[in-house]
């Protein structure tokens, strides 16, 4: 049986779980959010915790107990405390405002690029450098964090871009540094 397939979910205080026909649907204080099951896959709630439980012992059955156990448990989480990104703006000039329902960040381009926030996403800006993304599903926030990292991913010479909070990255020598070594010789 898979490990995590086995393993019961906890569900914290003030979450609520219901099911009905295919769907799950788990709410929370920071929001609802609901997940289609496949046929083979069934869901029981019982003293405090919710255990997710396969139909056969075919290998694709298999894999799929431990990913809509994964996501189940991750919606919990999600709806219990919520996940957050945090994003750093690096380059002179370089920076990010909010501006309503929309993100506007300045990063060297011509023109501002403007981003529409999605339902359920929180954007917080605490400094022009720096992007909080919130929210209560794990994949939006991950996925819309990514988005924005994209817009102008960080560079190997000066490290300027966007990036995640604590990701290092790897810097190159440039060609000054081969040039002289070069002249050197």
């Known amino acids: 049986m898979s490990r995590i397939g086995r393993a019961p979910i906890a569900i914290p205080q003030g979450v609520k779980i219901r099911q009905e026909d295919r769907q799950v649907f788990v709410e929370g204080a920071k929001g609802k959010l609901a997940i289609s099951l496949p046929v083979e896959i069934t869901v029981a709630v019982a003293d405090g915790s919710l255990t997710v439980a396969r139909s056969s012992e075919d290998k694709p059955v298999k894999a799929l107990h431990g990913l809509y156990r994964a996501l189940i448990a991750n919606m919990v989480h999600g709806v219990a405390t919520g996940f957050s990104k945090e994003l750093e703006i690096v380059g002179v000039g370089f920076r990010a405002q909010l501006q309503g329902k929309s993100l506007t960040i ?48 960080p560079e190997p010479y000066k490290g300027k871009g966007i990036k995640y909070a604590g990701e290092v990255i790897r810097r190159k020598a440039g060609k000054a540094a081969t040039g002289a070594a070069a002249k050197a010789a």
């Open 106 to 153: 300045q990063v060297g381009y011509s023109h501002p690029v403007v981003v529409p926030i999605p339902e359920g996403i929180i954007v917080e800006v605490p400094k022009p450098t720096s992007v909080i993304v919130k929210g209560a599903d794990k994949h939006l926030v991950g996925q819309f964090a990514a988005d924005l990292r994209q817009i102008f991913p």
